[in-house]
């Protein structure tokens, strides 16, 4: 039976699927970037719980990962759409169906990735802090 953690890092991927550009999760940067763009949902680190007693409870706000990547010669224009799909695509249901107390993207911090003989790519990294609470820290 999975865990909450991966229940909810499972429910985020399949939120991310929904989206035009192509979705996977742990995967190295392929060699080519679909026309929609690329996202690649890294796991992250659950961080220190808050612990509470009776009943004891663990807190965390889990720092998972979204390196979204798009090239093409209008790559900021594509950029810009794809990151706003994500923020409407997390707006649309901060607790994932649920799962998590709450969903919170962070700002990106775009950066343009010179490739050799090629067009250049635009990737940022979106941290998603994901709130949620467990019976234990291995649950």
Known sequence: MPTPRENILTALH????????????????????PA??????????PGEPEVTLSPLRYHYQHRAEIEAVVQGP???AAFD????????????DRTLGGL???VEPEAPASVDLP?????????????VVLHYTTT???A
């Open 14 to 33: 399949v939120r991310l699927s929904e989206l035009p550009a192509t979705a996977l999760r742990g995967d190295v940067l392929p060699e080519r970037v």
């Open 36 to 45: 929609a763009g690329l996202l690649i949902l890294r796991d992250g680190e």
């Open 74 to 76: 209008d790559r900021d």
């Open 81 to 92: 759409t794809l990151i706003a799909a994500i923020g409407t695509a997390l707006n649309a």
């Open 100 to 102: 998590c107390d709450w």
């Open 115 to 127: 490739i050799e003989g090629a067009v250049a790519l635009k990737a940022a990294l979106i941290t």
């Open 136 to 138: 234990g820290p291995l």
